[in-house]
């Protein structure tokens, strides 16, 4: 079956300008995930969805991100004013539910210049 | 807070030569650790979940083992196929969303 989609796979934008990124979880689950992977270092986690409302933003770096999901299917992560520590693969993932593992997607590589 | 270690951060090993990769966590209260294989250019891929001490799972080459401290990866006669970065994670019992915590991996490169 159809794994989690996530587009654009690369993404090249300069310093200040806003970008999204978008998931395409696998049909029926209903938690969502955003993580950051940069450089060097492991999975950072980002944000959390049930359905279509964020219980946990902690991981969320700065105001300037933000992210939202609707019809409890796709979600958007959106980055203003983008800066170059902004530059990493952003990752995706969905879960059917408690105690079931995730599944990814193969990410958004983002690069600020 | 929840920390995941892994060791070593990269693997050298000959084609049929078995070793072990480590994964040493500090959780309130586990409720799952997984572990993952990631391809360059690739999201992570699920490998397997253990729940309690003493848990033992297998898929091909690979068999995961748990204690109270840490897991194990070991990895019987491998193949330059199983070259890839293996990543380790916990889930605590407290997390209500089911978020992993994950380690920093361990590359493992397998020459032939």
């Known amino acids: 079956g159809a794994g989690v989609s996530q587009s654009p796979s690369n993404k090249v934008t300069e310093k200040g300008k806003d970008v999204e990124l978008r998931c395409d979880p696998i049909?029926?689950?209903?938690?969502l995930y955003w993580y950051r992977q940069s450089l060097g270092q492991g999975l950072e986690f980002l944000i959390y969805?049930?359905?279509?409302?964020?219980?946990?933003k902690s991981g969320l770096p700065s105001d300037r991100f933000s992210a939202e999901r609707t019809g409890g299917s796709v979600s958007t992560l959106t980055i203003q004013r983008t800066q170059q520590e902004d530059s990493a693969v952003y990752l995706c993932?969905?879960?059917?539910?408690?105690?079931?593992?995730?599944?990814f997607g193969n990410g958004t590589r983002l690069t600020v210049t | 807070e929840d920390q995941v270690t892994q060791s070593p951060e990269a693997l050298r090993l000959q084609e049929g030569e078995s070793s072990s990769l480590n994964c040493s966590y500090t959780?309130?209260?586990?409720?799952?650790l997984f572990w993952y294989r990631q391809d360059p250019g690739k999201g992570p891929e699920f490998l397997f979940t253990?729940?309690?001490a003493g848990e033992e799972k297998e898929k091909e080459r690979l068999k995961a083992t748990l204690t109270k401290k840490e897991s194990f990866l070991h990895i019987t006669a491998p193949k330059p196929e199983d070259s890839a970065t293996y990543l380790c994670?916990?889930?605590?019992?407290?997390?209500?969303?089911?978020?992993?915590?994950f380690g920093g991996g361990t590359r493992l490169m397998v020459k032939p």
């Open positions: 969805f049930q359905g279509n409302s964020a219980p946990d």
């Open positions: 994670a916990v889930q605590a019992a407290e997390n209500a969303g089911n978020m992993l915590t």
């Open positions: 959780v309130s209260g586990l409720r799952g």
């Open positions: 253990l729940y309690s």
């Open positions: 993932a969905s879960s059917p539910g408690p105690n079931s593992p995730l599944h």
């Open positions: 049909s029926g689950h209903t938690a």
